[in-house]
C-alpha cells in the first residue's frame, strides 16, 4: 500500500490546494532458505584455573614472538563479536557456499585484516588459555560473594572456552561489581549540543569507516542486567547500537534522496541529495543526544505527532538526522528526471513493517506517505528494501523552487521550516520500530551530501 495523502500548507509563497493519490508498485518479497548455524567450541568443564598452565607458559612464549601481536589480538576480538559459539556446527559462507567452524573463521578473519596467517588449532589453543583467565578474573571478583561465586562456577563449569571468552569480551572493563550484580553496559555522559546543533553552516565530519568484507548477520539484542551466576552467557551488543539508527530489533541500512535520468541506453546517472549509509565500528564513536523537547515544535503535535511517539516509546527507537543536503546538481534538462527514495533495513525478526513519511512545514504536516513492506530473508537476516519510491509533485516543486534561490544563506532560512518525520513500525503489533526526524541546511563542502545523526533523549 503505497498511498499519498496531500493537505493543503503554504511552502515558498505557494500551495499545494488539491488532494492527489499517486500509486508506486512494490514487489512482495519472497523468503529464502533458513540459514545454517555458526561455529564450533572446545569443552571446558572442569577446568583447574589454580595455576598457571604450560599452555599460558607457551602463549607467553608466543606472544614474545608476535604470535599475538596487539593487531592480530585486536582483530581476534572483533572476530569473537562476529561469530558467536554454537557447538561443533558449521557456518556456510553465502559467497562461497563452503563450510567452515568458529575457529577456522576467526583464523580466516584474522588473515584478512592483518594478512598474517595463524591456524585453526593456535585459534583454539587461544581461546582455552584466554578461557582460563577470564575464570580466575571472575573468581577474583567473588571472592567476597562464596554463593554467588558458587553459582557463576557451576554455570561456567557446563560452558565451552569459546563461549567464555566470548562472554568476557561483551563485559570487559565495563562491569562493576555491584551488590552481587553486574550491570551490561557502563552508563555514557549525555550530552546536549544545544545552540552548536542549530548553528547554521555548521558542517560535520566526513570520515566513515567501511571493511572490506561482508558485514555479520544481524545479531541485535535487548541490553538487560544480568545477575553474576547469569553473567557469563551475556552476549556482545553489534557494533551499530548506540553508532547508528538503529535498536535491537531494527537497523537502517542505507537511506537517499535522488534524481536520476537515463541519458543513454542502459547508462543512467544518478545526483544525491541526502544520503546515509556504510558499516557502524566499533571504533565509531557512539551517537551524541539531544533533547527531544528543542524539536518539538518542528513537527506535528496533534494526533501521531513526534510528542505522543516518543512518550510511547520505546525512546531508544528515536533518533534525529541533521542532513546538508547537495543541490548542485549538473542534470541541465530535466526531461525524463526521476526523483525517487531508496531505503533499506534489517532485522533479525521476521515481520511486516510500515513505514509513514510525513513532510511537514512549520510544523504542520503537508503531505503523508505510508509504504508497507515485507522481508526478504538474505545472507542471515531478515532485508526490508523500499527501492525507487517516487518523490510527490509537493517535494520535487519544493526542491526546483529552493534551487532557484540565489544564495545559500535565503536557502537555510526556508529549509529552517522544513522538516520530514519517517516512522518504521511493525504492522501487525503497531510497536514503533525506529523513528527518525530530519532536519535539514544546504551543504557548502565540495564532498557533497553529509549528515550528523543524534539520539533523542528526554531531560
Known amino acids: 500500500m503505497k498511498d499519498w495523502e496531500l493537505s493543503t500548507q503554504n511552502s515558498i509563497g505557494s500551495a499545494v490546494a488539491a488532494a492527489d493519490t499517486i500509486s508506486a508498485p512494490w514487489t512482495p518479497a519472497s523468503s529464502g532458505p533458513p540459514p545454517d548455524a555458526n561455529g564450533s567450541g572446545s569443552d571446558t568443564k572442569n577446568l583447574d584455573v589454580g595455576e598457571i598452565s604450560d599452555d599460558e607458559k607457551d602463549l607467553s612464549a608466543a606472544d614474545a614472538e608476535g604470535v599475538w601481536s596487539p593487531d592480530i589480538e585486536q582483530s581476534f ?8 559459539p554454537c557447538g561443533r556446527r558449521k557456518i556456510i559462507l553465502s559467497d562461497e557456499g563452503k563450510m567452515y567452524g568458529r575457529n577456522e573463521l576467526i583464523a580466516r578473519y584474522i588473515k584478512l585484516r592483518t594478512g598474517k596467517t595463524r591456524t ?17 578474573e571472575i573468581q577474583a571478583k567473588l571472592k567476597v560473594d562464596h554463593a554467588a561465586k558458587e553459582k557463576a562456577l557451576q554455570t561456567m563449569s557446563s560452558m565451552s572456552s569459546a563461549q567464555i571468552v566470548s562472554a568476557g569480551s561483551a563485559i570487559h572493563n565495563k562491569m562493576p561489581l555491584m551488590g552481587g550484580t553486574l550491570a551490561l553496559h557502563a552508563s555514557t555522559p549525555v550530552s546536549y549540543p544545544g545552540a552548536q546543533f542549530w548553528q547554521p553552516g555548521l558542517q560535520p565530519g566526513t570520515s566513515q569507516d567501511v571493511k ?27 557494533p551499530w547500537e ?20 537515463q541519458r543513454e541506453q542502459e547508462i543512467y546517472h544518478k545526483h544525491l ?17 539531544v533533547d527531544v523537547k528543542q524539536i518539538y515544535d518542528k513537527f506535528p503535535e496533534k494526533k501521531g505527532g513526534l510528542k505522543e511517539l ?36 534489517e532485522s533479525n525478526e ?35 528494501r523500499i527501492s525507487r519510491s517516487p518523490m510527490c509533485e509537493y517535494m520535487i516543486n519544493f526542491i526546483h ?7 545559500k544563506y535565503m536557502m537555510n532560512s526556508v529549509l529552517e521550516n522544513f522538516t520530514i518525520l519517517q516512522v518504521v513500525t511493525n504492522r501487525d503489533t503497531q510497536e514503533t520500530l525506529l523513528c527518525t526526524a530530519y532536519v535539514f541546511e544546504v551543504s557548502a563542502s565540495e564532498h557533497g551530501a553529509q549528515h550528523h545523526i543524534y539520539r533523542l533523549v528526554q531531560d
Not at 77 to 84: K, R, V
Not at 277 to 287: K, N
Not at 317 to 327: G, H, S
Request: aromatic share 12%; proline share 6%.
Open 120 to 136: 585453526r588449532k593456535q585459534v583454539s589453543s587461544h581461546i582455552q588459555v584466554l578461557a582460563r583467565r577470564k575464570l580466575r
Open 273 to 289: 541529495f541526502v544520503h546515509i549509509g556504510g558499516s557502524a565500528t566499533y571504533a565509531d564513536p557512539l551517537l551524541e543526544a
Open 212 to 238: 572490506p568484507f561482508p558485514q555479520p548477520a544481524y545479531t541485535g539484542k535487548p541490553a538487560t542486567a544480568v545477575s553474576s551466576g547469569d553473567l557469563v552467557q551475556a552476549q556482545p551488543a553489534p
Open 77 to 84: 576480538q572483533e572476530a569473537l563479536t562476529i561469530y558467536p
Open 350 to 384: 521476521n515481520m511486516t513493517i510500515t513505514c509513514s513519511t510525513k513532510v511537514c512545514s512549520f510544523g504542520k504536516q503537508v503531505v503523508e506517505k505510508v509504504e508497507t513492506e515485507y522481508a526478504r530473508f538474505e545472507n542471515g537476516r531478515f532485508v526490508y
Open 310 to 345: 516518543y512518550d510511547k516509546g520505546p525512546q531508544a527507537a528515536f533518533f534525529l538526522v541533521k542532513f546538508w543536503a547537495d543541490l548542485n546538481s549538473n542534470i541541465q534538462d530535466e526531461s525524463g528526471v526521476f526523483y525517487g527514495v531508496t531505503s533499506q533495513y
Open 242 to 261: 548506540g553508532r547508528a539508527i538503529a535498536t535491537h530489533k531494527l537497523r537502517l541500512v542505507e537511506f537517499s534522496a535522488y534524481m536520476e535520468q
Open 401 to 407: 523552487k529552493l534551487k532557484h534561490l540565489p544564495e
